[in-house]
């Protein structure tokens, strides 16, 4: 088979330009490598985005997820109740805070947490719920705060896609109690490894800056400023989760191009959408009014006996015309160490699974030359029209 391009696009590589580049080198020159003022203003920025009262930078959105749980006191005792159909970090961020992850299905339409399963699943030992913006969507805040309310539950939002996300004229990030944020390299704004939680709780603020760094009263970058060296004491038995002025660095730059990416971003969905509408395959579910995604991962779903091959040998297929995709997800609960850990089996979460089987992520990037979306469209196509012939025509635009 001859690819249909020459070189291979790679899937989620991040757009870096040469503003970024020369802040990393400026900082490295500037003898102030780990966390100081890069931090600070990346912060600032990015609570000025979000519209949050506190921003706290971190290592990772894994890193935002732990020291959320235990801002909020969650722990050993405690039941959190999120969706299967997310990335493990979720899961294991709240195994490490102690507490048990109780886990119901997710909408099979939207891959989102369905808010009447959380209402049955809660109980006395209910603590929190974690939803996650899949790929980009919010999920149905308005049904899920108003449960937490009534509950007494704390709402810690995974928002790793859903930088951009408005819920219903909300920012994602200013609804809820905690909100976590990744920049991890695929993510919509990078900065290498990184994370950001927003909250508007000055207390729970407090706690995630010193549990994050070892627990010490004062940072580092205060305690060596010029106003004179400051001894520090540690208040709890914290953790190494800061982020450095290095990864600041990009994000200074990246985020500036949000708005501008995001329109980049809708034009290649709405491309995708109306080259694959008479495929045999599904498309994301349509939005609802007054969101907006953040258009973070663009998922078909491919079923077996409509598209006469496996999502595996689709993607074996695309990627043998040079097109690289993921899969988001392979839902937690068929993962071995939870299913042996919590006994769970594929058939306790139909849709987790239905959509664990099929769901492939195509390529999605404000780097994507219209060449890119065009050799990506004609792949999908092609490998399908092998598969289960005769296509019907038009489409590829
Ligand atoms: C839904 C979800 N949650 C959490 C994470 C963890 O983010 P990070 O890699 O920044 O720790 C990711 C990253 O892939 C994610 O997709």
Redesign the pocket.
């Given at each position: 088979m001859h690819p249909l391009r020459e070189d291979f696009l790679t899937f989620g590589s991040p757009l870096i330009e040469t503003p970024e580049i020369n802040e990393v080198v400026d900082t490295l020159s500037s003898g102030w490598l780990g966390t100081g003022p890069k931090v600070a203003k990346f912060e600032e920025m990015f609570r000025q985005y979000i519209g949050a009262d506190h921003a706290l930078a971190v290592s990772?959105?894994?890193?935002g997820?732990h020291l959320s749980m235990l801002a909020a006191g969650v722990g050993p005792g405690d039941e959190v109740i999120t969706s299967p159909m997310?990335?493990v970090?979720?899961v294991n961020a709240i195994i490490h805070s102690g507490a048990k992850p109780v886990l119901i299905d997710c909408e099979r339409e939207t891959a989102l947490i369905d808010p009447q399963r959380i209402e049955d699943a809660v109980t006395p030992r209910t603590r929190a719920i974690v939803p996650?913006h899949?790929y980009g969507r919010p999920c149905n805040m308005a049904a899920i705060m108003d449960i937490a309310e009534r509950r007494n539950l704390i709402v810690i939002e995974?928002a790793?896609?859903a930088i951009e996300s408005v819920y219903k004229g909300d920012k994602v990030g200013n609804i809820s109690h905690l909100t976590?944020f990744?920049?991890?390299v695929?993510?919509n704004v990078v900065t290498g490894?990184?994370?950001m939680v927003t909250t508007n709780n000055p207390d729970f603020a407090d706690k995630i800056k010193v549990y994050g760094l070892h627990g010490l009263s004062k940072d580092a970058w205060k305690r060596f400023s010029d106003d004179g060296y400051k001894h520090y004491e540690v208040v709890y038995p914290g953790f190494k989760y800061n982020m450095m002025d290095i990864q600041a660095a990009i994000g200074l730059h990246q985020l500036p191009r949000i708005n501008k990416w995001l329109e980049r971003r809708n034009e290649i969905w709405q491309y995708y959408n109306e080259a694959f509408a008479g495929l045999p395959v599904t498309l994301p579910a349509p939005d609802e009014p007054d969101m907006v995604h953040a258009r973070h991962l663009y998922t078909l779903l491919i079923d077996q006996g409509r598209c006469g091959i496996t999502r595996d040998q689709f993607m074996q297929q695309l990627h043998q015309h040079n097109i690289g995709t993921g899969v988001?997800y392979v839902g937690v609960h068929l993962h071995p160490y939870y299913r042996q850990r919590f006994g769970h089996s594929p058939e306790d979460f139909p849709s987790a699974t239905w959509i664990s089987e099929r769901t492939v992520s195509i390529p999605l990037s404000p780097k994507l030359v219209d060449s890119d979306i065009e050799n990506v469209i004609e792949s999908v196509r092609k490998v399908l029209s092998h598969s289960c012939e005769p296509l019907k025509p038009a489409a590829l635009s």
């Open positions: 990772s959105c894994t890193a997820l997310t990335f970090a979720t996650v899949m995974d790793a896609h976590c990744s920049f991890y695929t993510k490894e990184g994370g988001h």
